[in-house]
């Protein structure tokens, strides 16, 4: 089944304490980006990346890294997590960037 | 970044009634409009979308219409059922950053 897989789907924190969101697609995607949603503010583009190796600040970049070693795989890492980094993340894959997006079922950060 | 700005925020009808979603944008670069719908718990999952050459596209009960001369574009439900109830988002892609912008979405409830 094509398909974007976020884990986990659930995190509780605490403040400074690195931790990774993984994100993988099975179809062979070009574009891969991150979102973060709050209420009220809609879904906002953390970073994205256009191909292998290729990565970009979206428009809230500050407190988060990526990398994109393998095209499947796109993770998500915030070195020291701070409680406004509390958010409910979305990552998502196209085939190509100004396509079609396919998200992942989301992962509810709270930071404390 | 840029903006995207959708009205209502929140929209009630009676089954059976139609919903019109709105969205206007800033960006002349903007050439791929995509609407998504979210239910709760899940990821944002595409509905219908359109490219900046074209005025309208409709794909049984749901429509959208762009005017890019007015920088504007609207989702159109018809024949509204209780399943269609959900958080709907407009979104941009622009070639300005290479990414995409969402609107601040719209809960509908539609009224058995």
């Known amino acids: 089944e094509a398909q974007v897989t976020q884990n986990p789907r659930y995190l509780i924190t605490v403040t400074g304490k690195k931790l990774t969101v993984t994100c993988s697609q099975n179809?062979?995607?070009?574009?891969m980006s991150w979102y973060r949603q709050d209420p009220g503010l809609g879904l906002r583009q953390i970073y994205y990346?256009?191909?292998?190796?290729?990565?970009d600040k979206g428009d809230v970049p500050e407190g988060y890294k990526v990398s994109r070693k393998e095209k499947r795989n796109f993770p998500l890492i915030l070195e020291s997590p701070s409680p406004n980094q509390t958010s409910l993340y979305f990552c998502?894959?196209?085939?190509?960037?100004?396509?079609?997006?396919?998200f992942g079922s989301g992962t509810q950060l709270s930071v404390l | 970044g840029e903006n995207v700005e959708q009205h209502p925020s929140t929209l009630s009808v009676q089954e059976g009634d139609s919903a019109v979603i709105k969205c206007t944008y800033s960006?002349?670069?903007?050439?791929?409009f995509p609407w998504y719908k979210q239910e709760l718990g899940k990821g944002p999952q595409l509905i219908i979308d359109?490219?900046?050459?074209?005025g309208e596209k409709k794909d049984q009960r749901i429509a959208v219409t762009l005017n890019k001369t007015a920088k504007h574009f609207s989702l159109h439900i018809t024949e509204t059922q209780p399943e269609d109830s959900a958080v709907y988002f407009c979104?941009?892609?622009?070639?300005?950053?290479?990414?995409?912008?969402f609107g601040t979405g719209t809960s509908l409830t539609v009224i058995p």
């Open positions: 990346s256009m191909n292998v190796e290729v990565t």
């Open positions: 979104a941009m892609y622009t070639n300005t950053g290479n990414q995409f912008y």
């Open positions: 179809m062979n995607h070009e574009y």
């Open positions: 359109i490219r900046s050459n074209v």
């Open positions: 998502a894959s196209s085939f190509r960037r100004n396509e079609k997006l396919f």
């Open positions: 960006d002349s670069a903007s050439n791929y």
